[in-house]
């Protein structure tokens, strides 16, 4: 996903520096800063602006990678291998852009770089401090993505909600930078203006309340973006304006939205992007507008398909479904491209069993397995597997998944009825999923962690690579099990071939079966990888095989290898 690059009369790297811009949050959590920084962003770049968005998370974790999903939902990754969080998979959707592990930052990396800075001698036997020195880490994590003049819009994203006491050193970081450089840091505060059904009136009191708490820290908001469920009329802006000392211009509607990719829109309604550029001395002129064809042309495919398809999503923790964000909206991207509305039906993988497979499963188009770490839910995930490869039901396997399809494959066609992984079965006599040997000499679980993107090189003649229309991709990873070479050859001649191989390693990335409708599985996330401009072939290609399989006109062919994928891409 290539940097987009600024026209040369929008530009500020020659001789400016780069503008920082902070989103705080108030009254609640869970108003949808990330979107408004995600969409912000997007404006911004429709214009010709290089942005990034970073996201500063208060807690004590170093980052969200040993967290339960059910505690922080998906753990996002990047392609240098960072485990972050959800946030920078909506920043990369909307902006088409790679992070890194710079834009993401947790107390826990404040504090141990801190602390490691502190027993190397750096700070020269001084007293460390909360002030200067944990905030001026936060600001020299903020600032190293302007160092280089690479973006013209840095837009930070303070996670959790004002008044929370996680909060407070990102605050004074802000106020600092606020304080240190006016003309080149803004600051726009997401609020909640909520309505009394009782009283049949809206009320502002919570978001005067929420902006008198930035005031007692030091800093005085320039942007207020107020979610409601209702239009606000000039005299509520009016009254928010007055009582939090911001211009009428600067008090923006954040109301309610059928989907997230409306925001971007909804923002330009509001004029966003101008005040913020009028804001820093960057005001456009009224001939100027953000170019967002192909974003518009993408919401109209999403909301107005021609056809629906039912997709299973069987996993271990469905019960929160942020925890399969990336693969939700993957699906949706490539629903859009196709012009299919896909309805997800969430499946947790303990609730399957031999007896109720036929009912749970038996009404879907189509069956993802997903990812996921430990032993719970797995057998579901074979149930559901075996299902989908002897009913000829389009299946698509996402690393766990991919190692459930080889269990299952293993056990149900190689031959090999106690083959399992040594994830879940230390001492299987067939482990066909197991640590690689440089692996098992390693202590440290995250040592053994393949993160980030890896290259891998696609078969002639496979599906896989007739899908992708290269010979060599790279996509990411987040797991420690691999495919067991071992076992390889015996897999080929039963019918499941290795399509994807990483030419270094040699390891099995993507394995198919030719002869079935649709059964490719991947070791990578390729979710990760796919965005609202350019959906991920594997998700198109999936989509569409489950369109076919389907009832309606549109099912015409009975492989994946023809109908299913051709003009997937």
Not at 193 to 206: M, R
Not at 312 to 330: C, F, H, M, N, R
């Amino acid at each position: 996903m290539p940097l987009i690059t600024p026209s040369s009369s929008e530009t500020l790297a020659s001789g400016r520096n780069s503008r920082y811009i902070f989103v705080t949050g108030g009254v609640s959590s869970s108003l949808g800063k990330g979107i408004v920084s995600a969409s912000l962003a997007k404006l911004l770049q429709a214009r010709g602006y290089r942005v990034t968005i970073q996201k500063l998370d208060p807690y004590i974790n170093v980052d969200p990678g040993t967290l339960n999903p059910y505690e922080h939902g998906e753990c996002y990754v990047t392609v240098d291998g960072a485990e972050t969080d959800l946030d920078l998979g909506h920043y990369e959707r909307f902006l088409n852009v790679c992070t890194t592990q710079a834009n993401n930052i947790t107390t826990g990396r404040i504090y141990q770089s801190v602390i490691n800075k502190e027993r190397r001698g750096e700070y020269l036997g001084k007293t460390v401090q909360i002030i200067p020195h944990i905030t001026d880490e936060i600001k020299r994590c903020v600032q190293i993505l302007g160092s280089e003049s690479e973006f013209d819009f840095i837009i930070t994203e303070i996670g959790g909600t004002v008044g929370d006491i996680e909060s407070l050193p990102y605050v004074e970081a802000l106020r600092q930078m606020k304080w240190e450089s006016p003309d080149d840091t803004l600051v726009i505060h997401l609020t909640l203006i909520p309505y009394l059904a009782a009283a049949g009136e809206l009320k502002t009191k919570p978001t005067q309340h929420s902006v008198k708490q930035l005031l007692e820290l030091g800093v005085q908001p320039d942007i207020l973006v107020c979610r409601t469920e209702h239009h606000l009329n000039s005299a509520i802006r009016t009254k928010i304006a007055k009582f939090c000392n911001v211009s009428l211009e600067s008090v923006i509607e954040s109301i309610d939205a059928d989907t997230i990719y409306d925001v971007p829109l909804l923002m330009q309604d509001e004029h966003l992007d101008e005040v913020v550029l009028k804001k820093l001395g960057l005001e456009a002129s009224p001939d100027d507008t953000p170019d967002l064809g192909e974003w518009k042309e993408f919401l109209y495919r999403f909301k107005n398909p021609d056809q629906t398809v039912h997709i299973g999503l069987v996993g271990k923790y469905v019960e929160l479904k942020d925890s399969y964000k990336s693969i939700s909206e993957a699906l949706a991207h490539a629903g859009a491209n196709l012009k299919t509305r896909v309805e997800i039906h969430w499946i947790h993988s303990e609730q399957i069993s031999r007896k109720n497979v036929d009912e749970m499963l038996g009404k879907l188009d189509g069956i993802l397995v997903a990812p996921g770490f430990g032993s719970r839910g797995i057998d579901g995930k074979l149930e559901a597997i075996e299902y989908a490869r002897t009913n000829d039901v389009p299946f698509f396997g996402i690393c766990l998944g991919m190692q459930c399809a080889v269990i299952e494959f293993a056990r149900n066609k190689v031959g090999l009825t106690d083959a399992h992984s040594t994830e879940i079965k230390e001492y299987t006599p067939y482990p066909v999923i197991d640590l690689m040997a440089e692996q098992k000499s390693i202590t440290d679980m995250g040592g053994t962690m393949r993160l980030g993107a890896y290259t891998c090189e696609l078969k002639e003649g496979s599906i896989a690579r007739e899908i992708y229309g290269v010979d060599s991709i790279e996509e990411r990873h987040r797991h420690r099990y691999e495919f067991n070479e071992a076992f390889r050859n015996q897999f080929e001649e039963a019918g499941m071939k290795a399509s994807g191989i990483n030419p270094v390693s040699g390891l099995v990335e993507i394995v198919e079966i030719p002869s079935h409708r649709y059964f490719i599985a991947s070791q990578f996330h390729p979710e990760y990888a796919s965005t609202v401009l350019a959906p991920h072939p594997l998700f198109i290609s999936f989509v569409k095989a489950a369109v076919m399989a389907g009832p309606g006109p549109v099912k015409t062919g009975n492989t994946a290898s023809e109908d299913a994928i051709s003009g997937a891409i």
